[in-house]
């Protein structure tokens, strides 16, 4: 126990500690990286096992000098209480780090240093890294689609347009401010419904028309995202609200509703709307197949919405029905201007995690024959011409996903923070 | 002799298999102030609760102000909006500022214009004297504002009758003397008003009548200076010499 002790800090010898403790990490780094970068074993005079251990030895030892309960300083105080604990977390943080340093340079000259990203086929990536000419030279498919190259312009413009009018809430004048949310559900999607139908489906003014089997892509994603968002979380409100109602026809039907589809998955949903139903629908009615997917997601969504909007609703104290009920409000008025408003901002984090669940579920669509962003890569990976580049399209994907649900993620902090009040 | 503006006749409540109310028989005529009193659990506040259909009761009738309170109950909303609430944790809307809180109802249940509702609001405000804190929200005040403000909402409305339940349990000691200050410029103005309270103060000040419930039943129910002087039940003497 003697060593133990004598490798024990206290407050008042910390400093000199702190900094000896400090260089033996720094050390085993320093062994870890021009191993990993440089392939310089810096401990080859050590025999055998011990060379490989050495920075783990070495590493283990700094951390321990370094932990103390309370130092004063502030950055070794979080750095004991976040990463070095006890000699298990020391051991754990020391490892996590060492393979983050060892995989980094494999992947950093995969990615970057010998990818290719000239040239327009196949044969300009001879290199051993990556090849992001697969993605440069397929990049228009993989946002439109078999979408006509020439019209392209037309789903931006939509895009555009849709997101524009989007903004419009937040330039509305104070007297119209009443009628924002009767605008963002109802005036906004059939709107955006007609700008879609009318500049991306075409048929009229002059544009031609092209087939929803040729949309494709990112937009796609998007499209059938934007959808599926905007009509699922008033369809979930009603179905959360008719769950608690004290009528028990709208009770059980929206229970009924909300069991039904929470039980069925996705896939079979999709499945169902892309096959079965059309056998239900009379001779001369059609309905196009993205129209019924984004129904057939819709619903789905709506009753997860509506799961989690009950839990906000359950969660207000009964004593705001009370004061609303005191004051001779009825059922509507109680939850349009008491209830939903408090509820619905208790339930912003859990709505984003359906929101982005919905957006990641999007690439199932693939199932029916219609080729987001990742149904396009299944279709591009199996291309003859570039056979092989599936590990590039997949990371394009990620990345793309990425981005967009950290942004809807982030836009939902934003809006928290917003609308928090106090109790 | 005028009508009694609340009438409950016969009237038995029970949750679940539990007989909360037995037997309650009350009149309260116009103007009247009324302290209900009792131990905890004897069902005071079911009973005011009952009186704007918070609580349904299932035997025995209620009436308010000319009109039945039963199943078939159509305006109960309009009847409610007479009879203004205030409860013991307060409930504003946390949500809303103090002036929002207030003007709310008045506006979406009364369709008065909104310049109207806030200058009422404001006066309203005012006699409880908030108004200087109109702009803020509930979170920002302290118990006693948030209560006097509870109180400017209901009044906001106009009521004809008030209901306090427990209106000063949740609050610190000091600051119960400014909402029972309130309460009392409230009841020489006028008011109908029906209040559980264990605060004996303003029971002898304020109060025309006193009713004293056990176990979901009244008790007593006496002239104010009589209930204290000479209670006639056992179980008054009790609690009063425990309160007291």
Same mark, same amino acid.
């Given at each position: 126990?003697?060593? &133990?002790?004598?490798?024990?800090?206290?407050?008042?010898?910390?400093k000199?500690?702190?900094?000896?403790?400090?260089?033996?990490? @720094?050390?085993?780094l320093?062994?870890?990286?021009?191993?990993?970068?440089?392939? %310089?074993?810096?401990?080859?005079?050590? $025999?055998?096992?011990? *060379?490989?251990?050495?920075?783990?030895?070495?590493?283990?030892?700094?951390?321990? /000098?370094?932990?103390?309960?309370?130092?004063?300083?502030?950055?070794?105080?979080?750095?004991?209480?976040?990463?070095?604990?006890?000699?298990?977390?020391?051991?754990?943080?020391?490892?996590?780090?060492?393979?983050?340093?060892?995989?980094?340079?494999?992947?950093?000259?995969? /990615?970057?240093?010998?990818?290719? &990203?000239?040239?327009?086929?196949?044969?300009?990536? *001879?290199?051993?890294?990556?090849?992001?000419?697969?993605?440069?030279?397929?990049?228009?498919r993989? /946002?439109?689609?078999m979408?006509?190259?020439?019209?392209?312009?037309?789903?931006? *413009?939509?895009?555009?347009?849709?997101?524009? @009018?989007?903004?419009?809430?937040?330039?509305?004048?104070?007297?119209?401010?009443?009628?924002?949310?009767?605008?963002?559900?109802?005036?906004?999607?059939?709107?955006?419904?007609?700008?879609?139908?009318?500049?991306?489906?075409?048929?009229?003014?002059?544009?031609?028309?092209?087939?929803?089997?040729?949309? +494709? +892509?990112?937009?796609?994603?998007?499209?059938?995202?934007?959808?599926?968002?905007?009509?699922?979380?008033?369809?979930?409100?009603?179905?959360?609200?008719?769950?608690?109602?004290?009528?028990?026809?709208?009770?059980?039907?929206?229970?009924?509703?909300?069991?039904?589809?929470?039980?069925?998955?996705l896939? *079979?949903?999709?499945?169902?709307?892309?096959?079965?139903?059309? /056998?239900?629908? $009379?001779?001369?009615?059609?309905?196009?197949?993205?129209?019924?997917?984004?129904?057939?997601?819709?619903?789905?969504?709506?009753?997860?919405?509506?799961?989690?909007?009950?839990?906000?609703?359950?969660?207000? $104290?009964?004593?705001?029905?009370?004061?609303?009920?005191?004051? +001779?409000?009825?059922?509507?008025?109680?939850?349009?201007?008491?209830?939903?408003?408090q509820?619905?901002?208790?339930?912003?984090?859990?709505?984003?995690?359906?929101?982005?669940?919905?957006?990641?579920?999007?690439?199932?669509?693939?199932?029916? +024959?219609?080729?987001?962003?990742?149904?396009?890569?299944?279709?591009?990976?199996?291309n $003859?011409?570039?056979?092989?580049?599936?590990?590039?399209?997949?990371?394009?994907?990620?990345? %793309?996903?990425?981005?967009?649900?950290?942004?809807?993620?982030?836009?939902?902090?934003?809006?928290?923070?917003?609308?928090?009040?106090?109790? | 002799?005028?009508?009694?503006?609340?009438?409950?006749?016969?009237?038995?409540?029970?949750?679940?298999?539990?007989?909360?109310?037995?037997?309650?028989?009350?009149?309260v005529?116009?103007?009247?102030?009324?302290v209900?009193?009792?131990?905890?659990g004897?069902?005071? #506040?079911?009973?005011?609760?009952?009186?704007?259909?918070?609580?349904?009761?299932?035997?025995?009738?209620?009436? !308010?102000?000319?009109?039945?309170?039963?199943?078939?109950?159509?305006?109960i909303?309009?009847?409610?909006?007479?009879?203004?609430? !205030?409860?013991?944790?307060?409930?504003?809307?946390?949500?809303?500022?103090?002036?929002?809180?207030?003007?709310?109802?008045?506006?979406?249940?009364?369709?008065?214009?909104?310049?109207?509702?806030?200058?009422?609001?404001?006066?309203?405000?005012?006699?409880?004297?908030?108004d200087?804190?109109?702009?803020?929200?509930?979170?920002?005040?302290?118990?006693g504002?948030?209560?006097?403000?509870?109180?400017?909402r209901?009044?906001?409305?106009?009521p004809?009758?008030?209901?306090?339940?427990?209106?000063?349990?949740?609050?610190?000691?000091?600051?119960?003397?400014?909402?029972?200050?309130?309460?009392?410029?409230l009841?020489?103005?006028?008011?109908?008003?029906?209040?559980?309270?264990?605060?004996?103060?303003?029971?002898k000040?304020?109060?025309?009548?006193?009713?004293?419930?056990?176990?979901?039943?009244?008790?007593?129910?006496?002239?104010?200076?009589?209930?204290?002087?000479?209670?006639? #039940?056992?179980?008054?003497?009790?609690?009063?010499?425990?309160?007291?």
């Amino acid at each position: 126990m003697q060593t &133990i002790n004598f490798l024990k800090p206290n407050r008042d010898n910390i400093k000199n500690y702190s900094i000896i403790g400090s260089f033996l990490v @720094l050390v085993s780094l320093i062994d870890v990286i021009s191993n990993a970068f440089l392939k %310089v074993n810096l401990t080859s005079f050590l $025999p055998g096992s011990l *060379t490989t251990l050495f920075p783990l030895i070495i590493g283990l030892i700094g951390l321990n /000098m370094m932990r103390i309960d309370y130092s004063g300083n502030k950055k070794l105080d979080l750095l004991n209480k976040n990463i070095n604990t006890n000699n298990f977390n020391a051991l754990l943080t020391l490892l996590i780090l060492f393979s983050i340093i060892k995989a980094l340079p494999q992947s950093l000259s995969w /990615m970057i240093f010998d990818a290719t &990203i000239s040239g327009d086929s196949k044969d300009a990536c *001879t290199g051993t890294g990556a090849c992001w000419t697969y993605i440069k030279v397929w990049f228009r498919r993989f /946002m439109y689609g078999m979408y006509p190259n020439e019209f392209h312009w037309r789903i931006n *413009t939509a895009f555009i347009l849709v997101i524009a @009018l989007g903004f419009v809430g937040y330039f509305m004048k104070e007297n119209l401010k009443k009628y924002l949310a009767l605008y963002y559900v109802i005036i906004y999607p059939v709107i955006a419904y007609l700008v879609i139908y009318y500049l991306i489906s075409g048929g009229s003014f002059g544009l031609q028309w092209v087939e929803t089997g040729a949309w +494709g +892509g990112l937009s796609l994603t998007f499209i059938v995202s934007f959808f599926c968002l905007i009509f699922c979380f008033p369809l979930g409100m009603i179905f959360a609200l008719g769950r608690r109602s004290n009528l028990p026809a709208i009770k059980y039907i929206s229970i009924c509703y909300i069991e039904f589809w929470r039980g069925v998955p996705l896939i *079979t949903v999709l499945f169902m709307s892309s096959v079965m139903f059309p /056998m239900f629908l $009379p001779e001369d009615f059609f309905m196009d197949k993205l129209v019924r997917v984004i129904i057939a997601i819709t619903l789905f969504e709506a009753a997860y919405c509506a799961e989690v909007i009950r839990g906000g609703l359950q969660s207000l $104290p009964r004593g705001q029905y009370d004061a609303a009920k005191s004051l +001779g409000m009825g059922y509507w008025k109680m939850h349009i201007f008491v209830i939903l408003p408090q509820a619905l901002k208790l339930v912003i984090p859990g709505i984003a995690n359906t929101f982005l669940a919905l957006v990641k579920d999007t690439p199932l669509i693939f199932v029916v +024959g219609l080729a987001e962003l990742a149904g396009m890569l299944a279709l591009a990976k199996t291309n $003859p011409k570039w056979l092989g580049f599936a590990m590039e399209g997949y990371i394009f994907a990620s990345i %793309v996903f990425w981005i967009i649900c950290y942004a809807m993620s982030k836009y939902s902090y934003n809006l928290e923070a917003k609308y928090k009040t106090e109790r | 002799m005028s009508d009694p503006i609340i009438k409950i006749q016969n009237m038995n409540k029970w949750f679940g298999d539990f007989q909360v109310l037995k037997n309650i028989n009350l009149e309260v005529e116009a103007n009247k102030k009324i302290v209900v009193c009792g131990p905890s659990g004897s069902g005071k #506040s079911t009973l005011i609760r009952c009186i704007n259909r918070l609580e349904e009761h299932q035997e025995g009738d209620i009436i !308010v102000d000319g009109n039945e309170l039963s199943e078939k109950t159509k305006d109960i909303e309009k009847i409610r909006a007479e009879v203004g609430m !205030v409860f013991q944790q307060f409930n504003l809307f946390p949500h809303l500022s103090i002036l929002d809180n207030c003007t709310l109802a008045p506006i979406w249940v009364k369709k008065m214009p909104k310049k109207e509702a806030q200058e009422l609001a404001l006066d309203q405000l005012k006699k409880v004297q908030i108004d200087d804190q109109a702009n803020k929200f509930p979170g920002q005040l302290s118990g006693g504002q948030q209560q006097r403000c509870a109180i400017a909402r209901a009044l906001c409305m106009q009521p004809k009758i008030m209901l306090f339940d427990e209106p000063t349990s949740a609050l610190d000691p000091e600051m119960i003397k400014e909402v029972l200050d309130a309460m009392v410029s409230l009841a020489k103005g006028g008011m109908t008003m029906i209040v559980v309270t264990h605060e004996m103060g303003f029971a002898k000040e304020v109060a025309d009548e006193v009713i004293f419930m056990d176990e979901g039943m009244i008790i007593e129910k006496a002239d104010t200076k009589e209930f204290f002087a000479n209670p006639k #039940s056992d179980r008054t003497k009790l609690f009063l010499s425990q309160i007291l």
